[in-house]
Each structure stands twice: as structure tokens, then as C-alpha cells.
């Protein structure tokens, strides 16, 4: 009987957790586990039998897949947790060596100095397009060396890099920015789904649990 | 009686007298709507959570006859929030109480 009750809580919390992290599912089974046994409790009080209080119990916590959408908006899901740890990879990777850093920072020097030769010498189209390289090199590794560590830091960070992102776009396509805009909307998709989850995981985190990368 | 998004206000109310587990929370607002504010306790658990996130409660482990628990307190934040809506339910209740009349 006592199996018949584990079987249905576990059946219940399986579908409760889908999606969830490893972390998140955890504190659910184990939250929920400690609810049942007192709701059990309870029941057996006027209950007949012990199947019939852990029927009771079991109906009194509800549909699982109600409770499953509404864990999900609250709590971190499998592909959310992943994308915390990874954190911000793209400068991670040339930040944690020197001379990654170096390297990124001489080409861009470079790359700004040579835009600014050819824009001078009159070849305004190979200028802007370098000068579209440099800033795409900016936006994506200076941020770590930026003093943003507040919300609205944050915030007033990834409106500029959004404007900086177009602006790249325009300069590296003009006069045809709009002819490729198609290829524009087929790179950008990943990155929009990748901010998007980083919305989710700063609703979801408390902010005094915010990593680093998370205000970027 | 269907209770959407009334949830977390009753929550904050059933704190307001001492911190709590989400067990005793869920009667506790059962047994004094009279068993008419009837829920489903597998959604009391997201609420706390987002209500956690808000910093409107607190959480902290315990213990209870052998048995882990956790338990919820009311925040200074979650004072203010619940004064604030207690305010806004007394406001929405008597517009619809002076539409549909006394009963």
C-alpha cells in the first residue's frame, strides 16, 4: 500500500518537475514530499483506510502539469541553469587568458586605426565595414572591464548594445542594409533566444544572487 | 471558489501572525475562509517561490517533529505589499458590493 502511495507521489512529482533543474526538481520533491506526508497524516485521521488517505492527499495538491507551468515560471529550468553556468562564454574565452586579451585588444587598435585611414583615404565602404568589426569586437569583449554591477546598469548596457548591434548591421550592409535584413532576423535569432532566457533567469534569481554575467 | 491571483495576498496575510510551513499555510487559509477559499496545495509552492523572489518572504530550515521543514516569514517589504493590497481588495470589494447591492 505504502508502495502504491510512493508509486502515485513519484508519478505526480515527475510530471510536477519536467523541465525543471536538477536543483530546482530537488527542492519541489522534497517540499512537496514533506506537504503529502502531513496531508496523509491528516487524512488518515478521518479516512477509512490508508489508501483512501493517501488518495486524499494526493487529489488536494492537484493537477500536476497546473503545478508543473507555474514552477517553471518561478523556478530555474534545465536550460536556464545551463546557460548560468556556462555564464558570459564568449568573453570568458579570450578573458581568461593575457594574451587572448592583448591579442583582442591589438586587433581591434588595429582594426580602428585602418577604418579610419581608409574612411580618410575616401573607400567608405571597406572603412565601415571594418569599423563595423571593431565594434562588433568591443561589444562582445568589453563588457567584462565595464563597472556594471547594478540592475540599471544592466539595463542602460544592453539598450546600447542593441543600438551598437544595428548600427554595426547598417554600416556593414549600407547602401543595401534593408535587402539583407533577412540575414540580419537568421543570425540574430540565437541571441535573442539566448536574451531571452537571461529575462527569465533575472525574473526568477533574487538579485543579491545575481552573478556577474547576469547584468550584462 | 476560484481564487486566481488572490493567492499571494493570503499567503502574506496567513504570515502576518508567525512564520509558517506551506502545510500549515494552506489549512490555515482554509480554516478561516471556512473551507469556501478552496485551492489546489501543489500551487501554494510556486507562489511562495515567487513570492521569495520578491522579497516579500523569507525562507528558513527547520525542524518539526523529526520531520525537515521549511518555513516562511513575512519580510518588511511584505508588510508594505500587503497593506498596500488589503487597501486595494477593501476599495474593489465595496465598487462591487455598490453595484450588485447588500446581500
Request: aromatic letters at 8%; charged letters at 20%.
Amino acid at each position: 500500500m505504502a508502495t502504491l502511495a510512493t508509486n502515485s507521489l513519484d508519478s505526480w512529482l515527475s510530471r510536477a518537475t519536467r523541465h525543471l533543474s536538477r536543483d530546482a526538481a530537488a527542492q519541489v520533491r522534497r517540499e512537496i514530499g514533506e506537504h503529502y506526508e502531513s496531508a496523509r497524516e491528516t487524512a488518515a485521521l478521518t479516512a477509512a483506510t490508508a489508501e483512501e488517505a493517501d488518495r486524499i492527499a494526493l487529489v488536494a495538491l492537484g493537477d500536476a502539469k497546473v503545478a508543473n507551468c507555474q514552477y517553471c515560471r518561478v523556478m530555474l529550468t534545465s536550460a536556464e541553469a545551463k546557460l548560468l553556468r556556462q555564464g558570459n562564454w564568449e568573453a570568458r574565452a579570450v578573458c581568461s587568458y593575457g594574451w587572448g586579451r592583448w591579442l583582442v585588444l591589438g586587433v581591434a587598435a588595429a582594426g580602428l586605426l585602418g577604418s579610419a585611414g581608409l574612411l580618410i583615404k575616401g573607400d567608405g565602404y571597406l572603412g565601415s565595414a571594418m569599423l563595423a568589426g571593431v565594434m562588433s569586437i568591443g561589444l562582445f569583449f568589453a563588457a567584462k572591464a565595464l563597472p556594471i554591477y547594478t540592475p540599471v546598469r544592466g539595463r542602460i548596457f544592453r539598450g546600447v548594445r542593441l543600438a551598437l548591434l544595428l548600427a554595426i548591421w547598417v554600416l556593414a550592409f549600407a547602401p543595401h542594409t534593408l535587402q539583407w535584413s533577412w540575414l540580419m532576423f537568421a543570425c540574430l535569432w540565437p541571441l535573442v533566444l539566448i536574451e531571452q532566457r537571461r529575462g527569465a533567469i533575472r525574473r526568477k534569481l533574487p538579485i543579491a544572487q545575481w552573478p556577474r554575467h547576469l547584468y550584462l | 471558489m476560484n481564487l486566481k491571483g488572490t493567492l499571494p495576498i493570503l499567503i502574506l496575510e496567513a504570515l502576518v501572525e508567525e512564520p509558517d510551513h506551506g502545510y500549515r499555510i494552506a489549512q490555515r487559509i482554509k480554516e478561516r475562509s471556512e473551507g469556501v477559499l478552496n485551492f489546489k496545495e501543489g500551487t501554494l509552492y510556486p507562489a511562495l517561490h515567487k513570492l521569495e523572489n520578491e522579497g516579500l518572504v523569507t525562507s528558513i530550515d527547520g525542524v518539526e517533529k523529526g520531520r525537515p521543514r521549511r518555513y516562511y516569514s513575512i519580510t518588511e517589504a511584505g508588510h508594505a505589499a500587503l497593506a498596500k493590497e488589503r487597501a486595494e481588495w477593501r476599495q474593489l470589494s465595496r465598487a462591487v458590493t455598490m453595484i450588485l447591492g447588500e446581500a
